[in-house]
């Protein structure tokens, strides 16, 4: 069974950076659109960001636009997500999945969770003084 692994989390100042990482073992991503997503504790899942397979479309929610950018390296078949100028309300728990119906994102569109696949465990990010 798919698993995708999520890594890089860990606690960071405010202000910090983090860089998450996305791999998918016996899973080829370069076909699908990747999605990262963020869950804090008593809130539910939102989408963070979203990255095409080969076209170079992007999504970012508006709360991290300008601090955070999705790459992706499909030799590698991995994803990243590269955090900046973090700040307490980005702590959560934060996953990636594949979009197994869709190999682009839109700008302008948020993305859902129900429409992604092959959730990892997650990496906690905490934003904390």
């Known amino acids: 069974q798919v698993q995708f692994v999520e890594s890089g989390g860990g606690l960071v100042q405010p202000g910090g950076s983090l860089r998450l990482s996305c791999a998918a073992p016996g899973f080829t991503l370069d076909y699908y659109a990747i999605g990262w997503f963020r869950q804090a504790p008593g809130k539910e899942r939102e989408g963070v960001s979203c990255?095409?397979?080969?076209?170079?479309?992007?999504y970012y929610l508006d709360s991290v636009k300008g601090r955070f950018t999705v790459s992706r390296d499909n030799a590698a078949n991995t994803v990243y997500l590269q955090m900046n100028n973090l700040n307490p309300e980005d702590t959560a728990v934060y996953y990636c999945?594949?979009?197994?119906?869709?190999?682009?994102?839109?700008?302008?569109?948020?993305?859902?969770?129900?429409?992604?696949?092959?959730w990892g465990p997650g990496t906690q990010v905490t934003v904390s003084s």
């Open positions: 999945a594949a979009n197994l119906l869709r190999s682009s994102c839109s700008s302008d569109t948020e993305i859902r969770s129900n429409e992604y696949d092959y």
């Open positions: 990255v095409g397979s080969h076209d170079g479309s992007t």
